[in-house]
């Protein structure tokens, strides 16, 4: 089984629409965050968190917002969404503990927003 | 502020080595990372460097000067699956604190 898995995998929605794009991890890291993908804009940080108390704005957070509903789960919310956050979306974790703290991420979300 | 440039495309022939260059300017620094990231799909870790020098893990090695502030992750003995997006991505701060990522370099392996 995965370690770092997100649902859904795919997702088309309308401008306007909630959408909740979940994360949940295996790996028992504290460390939680959210980025989305562009082609040529590389990954662009919305949200982290380093633990359950503790949720902190990325690069890119407007129009977005977190909650962080256990030590193994991290939800980004659209409130309302619009064309420009059509993107890729991945979650990932990382451990406080040891060695580079290298992230792990999550397979993606692919959202479509018309 | 804080830049992170790479090549945007390469090409490289099967079985030779490339050189995937990375300049940073942040206001911060405390490691350097690799990814691999294939299309569609998560990144993948690759390499990390903290201190100057070179690490070497199979047929992957990286390089670190922080003086220059510069990075290259070099591949030997390329094979067409080595055909994908690299990433750069540099930890300002000390602690776990997020990394902030280049825009990638995408390389095409060719027979």
């Known amino acids: 089984d995965a370690d770092v898995t997100q649902t859904p995998r795919n997702r088309i929605t309308k401008t306007g629409k909630r959408i909740m794009l979940e994360c949940s991890q295996t790996k028992g890291h504290d460390r939680m965050y959210w980025y989305r993908q562009d082609p040529g804009l590389g990954l662009r940080l919305i949200y982290y968190s380093f633990d359950v108390k503790d949720i902190n704005k990325g690069e890119i957070s407007d129009g977005y917002s977190v909650s962080r509903q256990a030590q193994a789960k991290f939800s980004l919310s659209l409130e309302s969404a619009i064309p420009n956050q059509t993107a890729l979306y991945f979650c990932a974790t990382s451990d406080p503990g040891t060695g580079a703290y290298e992230q792990y991420f999550g397979p993606g979300t692919r959202l479509t927003v018309t | 502020g804080q830049n992170i440039d790479q090549p945007t495309e390469m090409t490289a022939t099967e079985g030779a080595i490339v050189q995937i260059n990375c300049t940073y300017q942040?206001?911060?620094?405390?490691?350097l990372f690799w990814y691999q990231q294939h299309a569609g799909e998560a990144p993948t870790f690759l390499s990390y460097n903290v201190l100057d020098g070179l690490e070497e893990k199979g047929r992957f090695s990286s390089f670190l000067s922080r003086s220059k502030g510069y990075s290259y992750l070099l591949l030997k003995e390329l094979q067409m699956k080595d055909s994908a997006s690299y990433l750069c991505a540099v930890r300002q701060y000390s602690g776990n604190t997020p990394l902030v990522f280049g825009k990638g370099t995408r390389l095409s392996v060719i027979a």
């Open positions: 942040t206001s911060g620094f405390n490691g």
